[in-house]
């Protein structure tokens, strides 16, 4: 089986950074609307944005999907006038590149529940870094940090982990992701040849 990417690999990971990329696009608003109501809620819907890489992976299983899938959908939201401006492809970045550790932690071979739930949470990790680097972390009271790193790190394990997880379940049970990952090991290393 070719571990490397192949152009229908990238193409896909393309159209799912796309669509993913106008889902983040529409997040901004909903994110400013919950932010005004305190206590970091709005963190707890945070995940949304980490939500390509896992999901690209989890249809690929590739190395390079997940922090090319994130970058992609991170370009794609700022190509359609992101709310924030260029640093999205900076977050894109790191958050892509966090949760692909994960996945290569794991030697790209296990892409269970706690596993995609543990890249969504090295997203958010990365979204941290850059966070840090803005500054504005250090404004906050110890109990007020703690608080906003909890409820993004839970809203991106509910999100970009155990949601993504079975949004793809659900995807295979309809035979769409044998286009690109065949259900038998045969198929898959015919079409990869």
């Given at each position: 089986m070719s571990k490397g990417l192949k152009l229908t690999d990238i193409l896909v990971t393309i159209v799912i950074a796309i669509v993913f990329g106008l889902v983040y696009k529409l997040w901004g608003p909903l994110y400013s609307a919950v932010a005004p109501l305190g206590i970091?809620?709005?963190q707890l819907i945070y995940g949304m944005w980490f939500i390509a890489a896992t999901v690209a992976f989890l249809i690929i299983r590739?190395?390079?999907v997940a922090l090319l899938a994130e970058v992609a959908a991170a370009s794609g939201e700022f190509l359609t006038g992101s709310q924030f401006g260029l640093e999205v492809l900076i977050?894109?970045?790191l958050q892509g590149l966090f949760a692909e550790l994960?996945?290569?932690?794991f030697r790209y071979k296990r892409v269970d529940l706690f596993v995609v739930s543990l890249a969504g949470?090295?997203?958010a990790v990365g979204s941290f870094v850059m966070d840090f680097y803005k500054g504005y972390l250090a404004d906050l009271e110890t109990w007020n940090l703690l608080?906003?790193?909890g409820a993004r790190s839970l809203g991106?394990?509910?999100?970009s982990g155990i949601f993504a997880y079975y949004l793809v379940g659900a995807l295979e049970k309809t035979g769409v992701t044998n286009l690109v990952r065949p259900a038998s090991k045969k198929d898959y290393e015919a079409l990869n040849d």
């Open positions: 970091h809620l709005d590739k190395p390079g977050y894109g970045v994960v996945f290569m932690a949470f090295g997203s608080l906003m790193i991106a394990i509910i999100i």
